[in-house]
C-alpha cells in the first residue's frame, strides 16, 4: 500500500473511479441509453422504448447475430486447434527458427485488419482458388487474425509448462500420443480456453477485413451495424451494439466456468 | 474381500520379488548439450538389486547421467544396457522403468489414485489389475486412505509417497530417483529415508540409481556410492569403504568433509611394527605419523594425510601411535557434540608452513567430540590422538587433479 492515510486513500480510489468512469463507464452508458432512445433532442435522450431491441431480434439482425457466433465459434475453433499444433511443433525448435516462425504468426496481428482483407480479396479472387463471395473467405479471414493469439497463448502455456511432468508420463510408459491427451492437453486446458475466450471475443467485434470480403449472404453483426450506422440508424445500430456484448459477455463467461483441475501446487 | 486383496497384494509384491532384476550399465557414456560435454566417458555398472547413490556438487553430470537412464537425453556416444537389454536407441516408454523426480510431478489434473494407474492404463492393463495394483502399491507406501484426493490436498512427504507409489506401480526393474528429498524438510526427510530403505527390503530384485547431493542420504541408504564432478566419475566403491579410504582428494572432501593433512612418505621401508605393507609412516612436518598405505605412494612421495573429524580423541590411549599438538582456534557446542578446530601452523618448520598455504593441504585440523564437561578454550594448546587405521594416504597425483 503506497498510499496511507484515509483520505489520501480514498482520493487516490476517487481518481480511479473518474478515470476508468471516462474511459469505459461513459461510452457503455451512452451506447445503453441509445439503444432504448426514440429521440435524442436535449442532454438526455426521450420516448424511451425497447422497440430496437424488438427489431433487432426478429429482423436481419437476428440472422447477423447467428452469422457472427458461427463465424466466431468457427474460427475460433480452427485457430485454437492448429494454434496449439503449431505451438506443440514448434516448442522444441532452436531459437533462430523459432523466432522465425513466430513472426509468421504474429505478422497479421501487427497489419491492419484492413489490409489482411484485401489481401485475401486479392488472392483468392481467381482460379484455381476462387473463395471471393464465399462463406470460407469471411472465417478464413478471422482465423488470419486471430491465430497469432491462440498460437501465443499456447506456447505461453507450454513454455509454463515443467517439462517433468511429460518426461514421468513417458518414463511410465505413455507414448507420444497417449501423454498428450492424458497430460499436456489436460494440463494446457487453461490456456486452451483463454485463447479460445480471446479468440472469441477477438472475431465477434471483427469489422475491418470483414467489410472487405463478405459475402452478401453472410453478413456479420458487427457489419451489419456498420452499415446501420452508416445509413443513419444510430439507436437501432445502438441496440445491436448492446446485443453483440451482452452475446459475447455471455459466451465469455460460459467458458470461464468451465472447470480445470489443472492447478499445480506450489511450494 | 478386503483380507483377500490383502493377500494377493503380500503375494504378488513376494512374486515380483522373487523375479531376477536388471542391472545397469553405463559404457563410456557421453552426453553433450550444443557442444557442451557435460558427461565424459561415464562407464558404470550397477549390479541387480543394488542401490547406487551417485552424488557430485551441482554441475557435475549426475542428473545428465540418470536422464540419459530414463531416456531424456541421447549420447553422443558410449551404450546404456538395462539388464540384457541394450537401450541406447528406445524412447523413454519403452524401458520399463520407474522414475522419481523432485518436484513430485504429480498430474494435477488426476486423483492420487488415477495418478498411481497411469503407467498401468498406458500399457492398457485390465481394470483388475489396475485396481489391485494401485491398491497394492498405495499401501505399500501408506498412502491407501488417500485414494480420492488430489495432489495440491496432499503435503509434500504425501507427495513423494504416491509419487514413489506412482513409479512402482508398473513393477520397473530399476527406479531410477533424481534428489527426490530435496524438495523436503529436514525430518520429513529422515523417516522417507526409512521408508525408502524399508520399501527395499520389501523389493530386495529392485535396482535402484538414487541421485543426490547429499552426502548422508547416500551413505545410508546406498550400497555403492558413485562420486561425480565436472562431467566425470571421479570414485566408486561400497559406501563404507569410500568414506573410510577415500582414493582421492574430492572423494575425501565431499564425501564428510574430511581433515587433509600434507605429509611426506618416509624414505625408510622398514616403517614400525604395524607396517606390513598396509601401514607407511609418514611425517607431517617434525611428527612422524602412521597411516594405511594407498596404491601410488612411493617411499619419499609427497601425499595427503586423510582423517575424519570424528576418528580424532581427546583422550590419551594408553599406547598412542599418532599424536598432533595444536592450539585450539574455535570451539563450538551443537547440543549432541562440541566442534573444535585446531591450528597446527604453529608447530610445523618455516618451510612447510610456506606449503601448507598452497590448496594441497591444511594447518587447521577439525574434530568432533562428544559433548565435553570442561571444553577446550581458544588459545589453548591441545594434544589429539587417532588410530593409524582411521587414517588413510591419499597419492598426490590425485591430490592434484
Known sequence: MLVWSRTGRAGAWGVLALLFGVVYGVPLVMIALASIAGQWNGALPSHLSLGHYAEALDGDSAAQLRVSIVTGAVASAV????GSWAALALRNLRPAPRRLFDMVFFLPSAVPSVSVGLGLLVAFSRQPLLLNGTTLIVIIAHFVLISAFTYGNVSAGLSRLPPEFELVAASLGARPGYRLRRVTLPLLTPYLIAAFSLSFAMSMGEVGATIMVYPPGWVT???????????????????????LAITTLIVLLGLSRIPTKAVTRQG | MASDLALDSARSVARSAREPGSGICFEDVTVAYKGTVVLERFSLTVAPGEIMAIIGPSGSGKTTALRAVAGFVRPVSGRIQIGERDVTDLPPYERDLGMVVQNYALFPHMRVDENVAFGLRARKEADTTVYGRVQECLRMVGMLNYARRYPRELSGGQQQRVAIARALAIRPRVLLLDEPLSALDAQ???????????LHRELPALTVLYVTHDQTE???LADRIAIMRDGRLVATGRSHALYRLPTNRFAAEFLGRANLLTVRREATSGAGSASDGVFARVRFGDVSLLARSAEGVSAGDECLLCIRPHDIGLQRPPAPVNALVGTVQSVVWQGDLHNVTLDLGADLGADLRGDLAGDRGDSILRLVSLPLREPPQPGDRLEVFFAPEDAVLIPAEAAHA
Open chain 1, 221 to 243: 453483426l458487427p457489419v451489419g451495424i456498420f452499415a446501420l450506422t452508416d445509413r443513419g440508424e444510430v439507436f437501432a445500430g445502438a441496440a445491436l451494439t448492446m446485443l
Open chain 2, 218 to 220: 547416500a551413505l545410508t
Open chain 2, 188 to 198: 520429513i526427510r529422515r523417516s522417507m529415508l526409512d521408508e525408502l530403505a524399508r
Open chain 1, 79 to 82: 485457430a485454437m486447434f492448429l
